[in-house]
């Protein structure tokens, strides 16, 4: 019996289904988690350029956007134990070239722009107070990496019971055997899987509905 | 390039250490996890046997001890998204025999046993005031599932800056894919892998110096 | 100048006001918050009488509800810091009959029944993501003690950007001038006071453009 | 009977204590709240002044300090209900004097500068990660508003099981009344009071001792 087929029989794997009020997050798309020679590679780049749509499409339903970055102070006052795994972060400080978002993904006003120091986009920040105050059901994740940020803010997103989506072909990752083994663990019981087609799809059935 | 030169090119996979005051957290080892027909199997009963001489010694030297279970409201209003991707979880009510701890493993007198709704241990739960009140600074994580609640506690604990050591063999999966895969995310970003032995006399030699 | 003018000079006291989705939280109206010889008096049974109307709308117009009770270990594992402020807390185990949630207001199926150990309702809890789950925006509180649990859970209720209504009438404390100066902070900073009888029409009329 | 006879009758007011591992929270002592055409006024300048020395003995002994501001995004991306009790608030944005730590106590390199958009300096940041990174075991509260960011934090450092001391001359608020009112419920519930001197005192013992 392989893998899929044992989370099948004990019951995972099932949909938990889009709401009626979606936001995209779009986490820690910065240029240092897109630059090989930083944190990034593998597929990030292609992540990125399939975000593009994704983004269009959400600004014109009016659907909440928010984007992360990993930002740690100038002095190090508040590096942590994450920073002794991999003390590179450490020069993710606000004015950093590698802490900016990508140019291709650019904010505009009224987009919610939050630093974290943590994995997950939840820890330590105000994401679920802006997602309740924007009375979001539904949270679209697009990122990098996605066996480490996108997987962790996916794990919280579903524990604060918003309705999940993993956006497939818009989250990255620096090697691809990760990337894959987290998509797994994320649909089996965290997420529904969908592609940026699919997703574009689903928000503009919405949009037309309301 | 495999994948753990991409890590290392990049700076992850480095040591975060033990503290002086670890805590012995075990996770869901409870009999709906050891049962093969309901969310067990795979490598967990010998994870279960392995933790045995584990708490045995972190009794010995007086190191705080958790365990965590599962547990939903017997009428369901409690039940939330996960219960939508894995319907079966709601089994786990309060006084059904998967929600107990494994015989092996009964907690004693003063250890502390905490319910969640969610997979880390951390969520919507007093783990982290608990670990402040005995001023614990490592968490030493075993438990079910390593690519499940293992995993989400493991990322809070290291969120919370605290040294966090997964017990390689101490933590158990339905599926063995999944298990080497969290172990190999987890060391790269989050915890320090140690077998039991290691533990063991890591957590002896804490004693002797006090 | 008196302190309610230089509130209002400097811009406080303004209406947050009431959503389209509301829920009804009973925050420790249990049998030790009732008797004056354990945690209780004051006006605390009058507030216990008047929330009975109010329950019995919220469950006429479908509203959902949840109670909190403060509930420590058996054996004491659990204990913290307030446990040092005021040590016969720890008599507020799971099956004492200080614990129970009075007669008066007895939860039926589906009531969302939460245990806590700390003052805020939503401080290691699933409040949060309970509430996310059922889509509300707005938390009408009730419950005792006015400047301990209520004011607390007040607090995050609007840091959570619930829109957050304390009934007046609903909530009740040990001693007076407490009551009366919790009351002032929470409508000057974080919430709107309304009295049973006009939360009850709002909720009337929320339900009748449905 | 009155008030503090009824609170010393069921067992509150106990002394929590003072542990061994300090931490200074200076809480939005920020120009904003030190202009009484702002939020300012009352006894917040008595206080700035009284914390000079109590942040030089921090300094001197080497306890971990950690100042907060408020403050909002520049569009107001993150406003929320806070923002509608009190729509002056959303002029504390990232650059405006209002939102600067006043000159008096100008933080150094090395010391802990959080931003929050909430009352409580735990709630959305990293306060307690960071708090857990340096093994602290007591949290010791100065800033303002006595009866608003720094009460909201108190209750949060006690749940959190740091034993919390309010520095009763280092907390000032714009009105006396709330002030008051709100130094008798912390001490009878969540924290300790102590004078400056005696916080120094207790402070430099620490130290001999170490």
């Known amino acids: 019996m392989n893998d899929a087929n044992i989370y099948a029989k004990q019951g995972f794997g099932n949909k938990s289904g889009f709401g009626v009020r979606p936001a995209l997050l779009l986490i820690d798309f910065v240029n240092g988690f897109n630059d090989p020679k930083l944190f990034?590679?593998?597929?990030?780049?292609?992540?990125?350029?399939?975000?593009?749509?994704l983004l269009a499409c959400a600004r014109r339903i009016g659907a909440p956007v928010c984007f992360t970055r990993v930002v740690y102070a100038q002095d190090g006052a508040d590096n942590g134990v994450f920073c002794l795994k991999a003390p590179k972060l450490a020069i993710l400080t606000p004015d950093a070239?590698?802490?900016?978002?990508?140019?291709?993904?650019?904010?505009?006003?009224?987009?919610?722009?939050?630093?974290?120091?943590?994995?997950?986009?939840?820890?330590?920040?105000?994401?679920?107070?802006?997602?309740?105050?924007?009375?979001?059901?539904?949270?679209?994740?697009?990122?990098?990496?996605?066996?480490?940020?996108?997987?962790?803010?996916?794990?919280?997103?579903?524990?604060?019971?918003?309705?999940?989506?993993?956006?497939?072909?818009?989250?990255?990752?620096?090697?691809?055997?990760?990337?894959?083994?987290?998509?797994?663990?994320?649909?089996?019981?965290?997420?529904?899987?969908?592609?940026?087609?699919?997703?574009?799809?689903?928000?503009?059935r919405l949009k037309t509905n309301t």
Not at 40 to 53: D, L, S, Y
Not at 117 to 136: D, E, R, Y
Not at 173 to 182: C, F, Q, S, V
Request: aromatic residues 6%.
């Open 40 to 53: 990034g590679g593998g597929n990030i780049p292609q992540a990125i350029a399939q975000t593009q749509p």
């Open 97 to 204: 070239h590698a802490s900016q978002i990508v140019d291709e993904l650019t904010p505009v006003a009224g987009e919610y722009v939050l630093n974290k120091t943590q994995p997950s986009a939840f820890f330590g920040t105000n994401l679920v107070n802006w997602l309740i105050s924007k009375g979001v059901d539904t949270v679209i994740a697009t990122g990098a990496t996605t066996s480490g940020c996108v997987r962790a803010s996916v794990v919280d997103s579903m524990s604060y019971n918003f309705r999940t989506i993993v956006v497939s072909d818009c989250v990255g990752d620096r090697a691809l055997g990760p990337h894959e083994a987290n998509l797994f663990d994320m649909q089996q019981k965290y997420a529904d899987l969908m592609t940026c087609a699919e997703t574009i799809s689903q928000l503009e």
